[in-house]
């Protein structure tokens, strides 16, 4: 009895250990979309007191990484996870990594942004801008909400949505050209904005790969370097899905 008693105590106690890791992703990604969306602004209203907390927000989010890391170490090394565990937490040092270089490419958009603020604007330059971020904070939004309720298929369906965003960059690398060939004096700038749309660009490649590890922790197949289409025709082939973690875990 006392050796069923401790069994339970241990397995509560892993139990919470996964849940405050998610929590602390979530937290983490949170911090992240509010870096994302402060870059946004500094940009496209000319603030530059904006931009320049964007370039500091980067301390805390290098932070958070570095914390959750070390906590899914620990979890490795003292609980020795497996099965649906071991994705979990294999999961979340991956998705860490991808949110710690979103706000990377956050911060890049901020520091860009800050320059910018003091210069004379066109405003048609920094409107092409708009959509592509638009289109991108969403994708991160959706990204993190399939996280949080590890739906597999609506994880899916924001990956699939990249496109979208790889459809917007092309489109704002052609109207950057335009301006450059148009009024030669703004190709410093023009540039600059390419660098901005790059940066946007990569932040939908990091969601789409959140969408994957998503899709790793609940179905136990990694999907990386498979066309969405087969991913699409292998989830529907399958009646049930793996155990999810600890939203399926279930104490003696």
């Not at 602390?24 to 320049?52: F, I």
């Not at 570095?66 to 294999?90: F, G, K, M, Q, W």
């Not at 320059?115 to 409107?127: K, V």
Request: charge should be negative; charged fraction near 30%.
């Amino acid at each position: 009895m006392e050796n069923a008693d401790l069994s339970h105590h241990i397995l509560s106690r892993f139990n919470a250990d996964l849940e405050q890791l998610r929590t602390n992703v979530l937290q983490m990604g949170g911090l992240v979309e509010a870096q994302l969306k402060l870059a946004l602004r500094a940009l496209l209203e000319g603030d530059g007191a904006a931009g320049d907390e964007v370039v500091r927000a980067e301390y805390e989010v290098n932070s958070m990484q570095v914390s959750i890391d070390d906590e899914c170490n620990r979890i490795l090394a003292t609980r020795a996870p497996a099965a649906s565990d071991l994705r979990l937490v294999v999961a979340i040092i991956k998705t860490v990594t991808d949110l710690e270089r979103i706000g990377d490419e956050a911060e890049k958009v901020g520091y860009i942004a800050s320059h910018h603020a003091s210069l004379e604007r066109s405003m048609d330059h920094y409107r092409v801008m708009r959509h592509l971020g638009r289109v991108v904070q969403e994708i991160v939004r959706d990204a993190l909400d399939a996280f949080a309720r590890l739906d597999a298929k609506a994880a899916l369906e924001v990956a699939k949505r990249d496109r979208l965003i790889d459809e917007e960059y092309e489109s704002a690398q052609r109207q950057c050209i335009t301006f450059m060939i148009e009024d030669p004096r703004s190709i410093r700038r023009t540039i600059d904005l390419l660098w901005i749309a790059r940066a946007l660009e990569r932040i939908g490649d990091h969601a789409k790969n959140i969408c994957e590890y998503v899709i790793y922790m609940v179905y136990g197949r990694d999907i990386r370097h498979v066309s969405m289409r087969d991913v699409e025709r292998h989830i529907q082939s399958l009646s049930e899905p793996q155990s999810t973690g600890v939203a399926a875990r279930t104490e003696p």
